[in-house]
């Protein structure tokens, strides 16, 4: 597969975990080149993580399995050298951004790699002054690392592990907690180094609009942890329906759409699929030039779900917050949110949207303001009270287990069993939520054993027990692969339908396009835009002001309108663009 | 409380290491002087904190706080203590003079050792006195397991947060019954260590794909250089200590209260 000298040799590999009886990756094979940026993709326990750590050999060298077959990284054998030995050919950037920080200040964790690496002082300044600017945080290099929001705290990991100009680099969903423009940032960065440091890099993630027009070559998992699909990303999105229904990954919009007309109509698709936004205009120009395709200018955008148009869930009056005596990070935030509504925050890295909903359940009191949440005055309610009709999932799943780390089963009924139900009625609601959220077979394992999706599963089953009036949600699909993603989000359709409001901060901005509906933008503790999804997206300036990009079906649809076809406005969806043509 | 204030200051523009020694001067002046002076130091260690540490009034009041109720404590053992002249009573238990004598000699010391503590780690960046440490001989990874222990604290301290918020947010309600709380409080703590677990392998894993140990030895970004005022500094409190010692062991003035408690 790779077009120069292989720099990883993988043959037959298979790996298995000392606790479980099944691999969970299962004879692998492939070979990776310098200079090659290789998408890794599957659903959620594939073993995508099993395998970056197989790469640098921290499996086995400090977590113990069992591994089978042939594997050459570098020259070097992963299973007989140390981890702090491959660190010089591997590095690994990996998705827990705050757990992974090894020094208290941020020169510190870039330089650190390097120290250990015997990097001359000079070098280090220069490498540490380079990232700095790269990853846009010189005004912090002196600060604590703690200090720094979710997704500031993943370009320091990242810029700590280009710091080491390893070989090879892996990075196990590094974007996971970045604004789209964060993300964009990173990938393009890792593109740069891919062109002109000839490195080779390796890529985690299940987010691939981004990603897909710069990689090499996309690897597809499957569940059971082996390679489905192997080759460049036009070769691998022929098998676009496969991908997507077959094994649960979100395919690209730009794919997706074309997969959808392909399946209307399947004589319209050319050898080479469009993966570009570029690429997809110019082929649905040809595609209507040529009048295989029609545009309807008047199409209907239905709301299925009544809102209630009188009854305020949420009313917040000029709420003002900082921590202690530091800058302010709220400032005069105000809004109503209807009852039945489904409200996605969204804004950049830092921008003050956890600090809101924290605002919302209770955890952080206004600093000046006032909060209105389920008819409750926030300022004079008890938080146990709050948490009974507003429940609160938090960013990072783990953060919320607490029934002892005993059981999925126990940690699910923890709230029932506070708020003092009885088992007959807790073990009821459990087993729907388990049945709901299939979590069948996981049962009696700890949370804290779960890959990252099943956690964040979890987590949302707990909050979801008792019921509650509001359901808020901190980036609800971090870690999830699409068939979960699509899962949750049908199960908060459903709820909202009987009557629950949801509110969900997210950087995804198709899941938004999808299910949202209204939308309000913060921007350096400011609400920018509150309304319609489909007039946010109209907005191209201040979304690139909060460090947000549109779904690449909004820049398809505004090309062809800039272009003078005659498309109709509010088309944000996959679904939406399918629906204004007509494939002949 | 007891993390690095970053908070510009004279004491802080001193070099890690001669402060670290000074702490150490500090800790041998305790055992030289009786109560009587150990409670004149504290008051100059106090005085020290604000001036030229310019530690707010906050963060003192809350160290005040842990170091007098620890005094107590210690005052609290003088009924284990049987004098000659008592003083009071509570019940059967007498308490003697020479249990207060003793006892608050044992509590001036670690009042002094542990406020003195406290201001090092409050105007003292980790990094410079582990780098210190290594250049004084130590190997850098036992000097760097000091430091990753320093850098647990903020993140053990965020854990605590998000746990005592998680529990608050599924409905916990704080039991009155003493038997309650410690279940309650078992709770809480299995689910810290659980999580603290979780974060010391990923910080593990970290450590290893950053190289660390892959050399014997390693380079630093900010290496250590002893300061012309730390070095001042701490000259200024070794003259202390030798005068102290002439004073007591050798001129006899401390007579009847060098190590007497």
């Known amino acids: 597969m790779s077009s120069s000298i292989p720099l990883i040799s993988i043959h037959n590999l298979s790996v298995t975990y000392e606790d479980t009886d099944h691999a969970v990756l299962n004879n692998i094979n492939l070979e990776i080149g310098e200079g090659e940026l290789v998408l890794v993709c599957g659903p959620t326990g594939c073993g995508k993580s099993t395998l970056a750590q197989v790469l640098n050999g921290l499996i086995p060298y400090t977590l113990p399995a069992t591994i089978t077959g042939e594997i050459e990284v570098c020259g070097k054998d992963p299973r007989v050298t140390t981890t702090p030995i491959m660190a010089r050919e591997v590095g690994l950037v990996f998705q827990d951004p705050e757990g992974q920080l090894c020094t208290l200040f941020l020169e510190d964790e870039i330089a650190f790699g390097p120290e250990n690496l015997m990097v001359p002082h000079d070098e280090l300044k220069k490498r540490v002054d380079h990232l700095l600017d790269i990853i846009a945080l010189n005004k912090f290099r002196y600060g604590s690392v703690f200090e720094l929001s979710g997704g500031q705290k993943q370009k320091v990991n990242i810029a700590s592990v280009l710091a080491m100009q390893p070989k090879v680099m892996v990075f196990d969903m590094p974007t996971a907690n970045l604004d789209p423009i964060g993300s964009m940032e990173v990938f393009k960065l890792i593109r740069k180094l891919v062109n002109e440091e000839e490195s080779t890099c390796i890529v985690i993630e299940n987010r691939l609009d981004e990603l897909v027009p710069l990689a090499d070559r996309i690897i597809v998992l499957t569940q059971e942890g082996s390679i489905a699909f192997d080759g460049t990303p036009s070769e691998v999105f022929q098998h676009s ?344 | 409380m007891f993390q690095y204030a970053r908070i510009p200051s004279t004491l802080e523009k001193f070099d890690a290491m001669s402060k670290f020694f000074w702490v150490i001067c500090v800790a041998v002046l305790v055992f030289i002087y009786p109560p009587e002076y150990n409670l004149i130091l504290f008051i100059l260690l106090l005085l020290i904190a604000i001036f030229l540490g310019h530690i707010n009034y906050g963060r003192l009041k809350g160290a005040l706080s842990i170091l007098l109720a620890l005094a107590f404590l210690f005052l609290l053992g003088g009924f284990s203590y049987k004098g000659e002249v008592p003083l009071f009573a509570i019940g059967n238990l007498v308490y003697y003079k020479e249990g207060l004598i003793v006892r608050g000699a044992s509590a001036a010391r670690i009042l002094n050792i542990m406020l003195s503590s406290m201001l090092f780690v409050w105007v003292t960046n980790p990094r410079d006195f582990v780098n210190g440490l290594v250049q004084l001989g130590m190997p850098y990874r036992i000097a760097f397991t000091i430091f990753v222990g320093l850098n647990y604290i903020p993140i053990l301290t965020n854990e605590m947060g998000y746990i005592s918020d998680a529990q608050k947010l599924r409905g916990l309600r704080r039991d009155k019954s003493l038997k309650g709380r410690l279940i309650q409080y078992k709770t809480f703590l299995v689910a810290v260590l659980l999580r603290s677990l979780r974060k010391t392998q990923i910080t593990a894993f970290a450590l290893d794909s950053k190289a660390f140990g892959a050399n014997t030895k390693r380079t630093y970004l900010n290496q250590f250089h002893w300061s012309i005022g730390g070095v001042s500094w701490l000259i200024v409190w070794i003259l202390l200590v030798v005068a102290s010692l002439i004073a007591g062991v050798g001129l006899h003035l401390f007579t009847g209260h060098l190590l007497a408690y």
């Open chain 1, 241 to 584: 329906q496969e991908i997507m229904d077959g094994l649960g990954v979100e395919l690209p919009q730009v794919v997706e759409l074309v997969a959808r007309i392909k399946e209307k109509f399947p004589s319209t698709l050319e050898k080479e699929i469009p993966l570009t936004i570029d690429d997809a205009t110019q082929w649905m120009r040809t595609l209507i030039d040529k009048r295989k395709v029609e545009i309807f200018k008047d199409i209907k955008f239905e709301q299925e779900i009544s809102i209630s148009q009188n009854e305020n869930i949420v009313e917040v009056k000029d709420v003002h917050f900082s921590y202690g005596k530091g800058p302010e990070i709220l400032k005069g935030i105000s809004f109503d949110m209807k009852k039945g509504e489904m409200l996605a925050i969204v804004g950049n890295n830092g921008s003050g949207k956890t600090t809101l909903v924290k605002q919302l359940v209770g955890l952080l009191k206004p600093t000046a303001g006032a909060i209105k949440v389920c008819g409750m005055d926030l300022k004079t309610s008890n938080l146990v009270d709050i948490a009974a009709r507003a429940s609160y999932v938090f960013q990072y799943p783990e953060h919320q287990f607490v029934a002892q780390g005993q059981s999925v089963y126990d940690e699910i009924a923890f709230n029932l069993r506070t708020a003092g139900y009885d088992e007959t009625y807790v073990k009821e609601r459990v087993d729907l939520l388990i049945d709901r959220c299939q979590l069948h077979g996981r049962e009696t394992v700890s949370p804290f054993m779960l890959s990252g999706g099943e956690m964040r599963t979890v987590s949302v089953a707990c909050m979801l027990s008792t019921k509650p009036e509001l359901l808020i949600l901190d980036e609800p699909t971090y870690g999830q692969d699409h068939q979960r993603i699509t899962a949750l989000m049908l199960r908060l359709k459903e709820l909202q339908k009987s009557g629950t409001s949801v509110i969900m901060i997210s950087h995804d901005m198709r899941l938004v396009a999808e299910y949202a509906s209204k939308v309000l933008l913060l921007s350096y503790g400011v609400v920018e835009f509150l309304g319609d999804p489909k007039q946010l997206f109209e907005m191209p300036e201040l979304l690139q002001k909060a460090a947000l990009k549109e779904p690449p079906v909004c820049t398809i649809v505004r090309n062809l309108q800039e272009a003078g076809y005659d498309f109709p406005i509010g088309i944000i969806t996959t679904s939406a663009f399918m629906n204004a043509i007509k494939v002949r």
